[in-house]
């Protein structure tokens, strides 16, 4: 089983949608969270860390579930600039190598 | 502050030549991490380093690459004779020590390594 696993995608979606991405994590000590996301040709950039309550930023919701080592990411109101690849990232501590999944391709369409 | 920097941003090699690709990571920042990322794939990871200190190299080829981080000066990513299939875009990422307690990496914006 992979350390960090996402839903394959690709999501097309249209303006105005909600749209939620899920990832699960295989080490359950695992200790900091985050959502990253990818432009095209383009470096990561932090979207948001995760917190044990949740938090959000906006129109951005994120989760963490620790008994079900589960993290999700809830976009609300989908705007074109939304468009990119949305990176769930793992950590077990502070120290310790960070963890990528894959990646989910999420379009939104006019 | 200046973010985390990455040069050359494009470099071109032609097949068994060197590539050194630089980074320097953001003010404060310890640890440093390579990762490449082939065309229309995810992002792979390679070495993460702190100064003088290799920490986890699982991810690196076991032959033609290295990477270091001095005690002064950037982290470098050396890559020796060259192939086609290295072409990719390599990114820098850094992160503050473990004692800050503040949990999150940055990255630079990538080196573009074409072979020729």
């Known amino acids: 089983r992979k350390e960090v696993e996402q839903d394959p995608g690709p999501f097309n979606v249209p303006e105005g949608a909600t749209v939620a991405f899920n990832c699960t994590y295989s080490?359950?000590?695992?200790?900091?969270f985050f959502w990253y996301r990818q432009d095209c040709r383009k470096e990561p950039k932090l979207l948001m860390s995760?917190?044990?309550s949740g938090n959000e930023d906006g129109r951005f919701t994120a989760q963490l579930n620790r008994a079900s080592q589960y993290i999700s990411l809830l976009i609300r109101d989908s705007k074109l600039s939304d468009s990119a690849t949305y990176l769930c990232?793992?950590?077990?501590?502070?120290?310790?190598?960070?963890?990528f999944g894959p990646g989910t391709r999420l379009s939104v369409l006019p | 502050n200046a973010g985390v920097m990455q040069n050359p941003r494009h470099l071109v090699r032609r097949r068994g030549q060197e590539a050194r690709l630089r980074c320097s990571p953001m003010?404060?920042?310890?640890?440093v991490y390579w990762y490449r990322q082939l065309p229309e794939e995810g992002l792979k990871f390679m070495v993460y380093l702190q100064k003088e200190n290799i920490i986890d190299e699982s991810g690196m080829p076991k032959e033609r690459f290295s990477a270091e981080f001095p005690k002064e000066g950037p982290s470098i990513l050396r890559i020796q004779q060259v192939v086609r299939g290295d072409s990719a875009a390599y990114f820098c990422a850094s992160s503050p020590p473990p004692a800050s307690r503040t949990d999150t990496q940055y990255f630079g914006p990538g080196t573009r390594l074409t072979v020729l």
């Open positions: 080490n359950s000590a695992s200790q900091s």
């Open positions: 990232v793992v950590r077990l501590n502070y120290g310790q190598n960070f963890v």
């Open positions: 003010k404060g920042h310890s640890h």
């Open positions: 995760v917190y044990s």
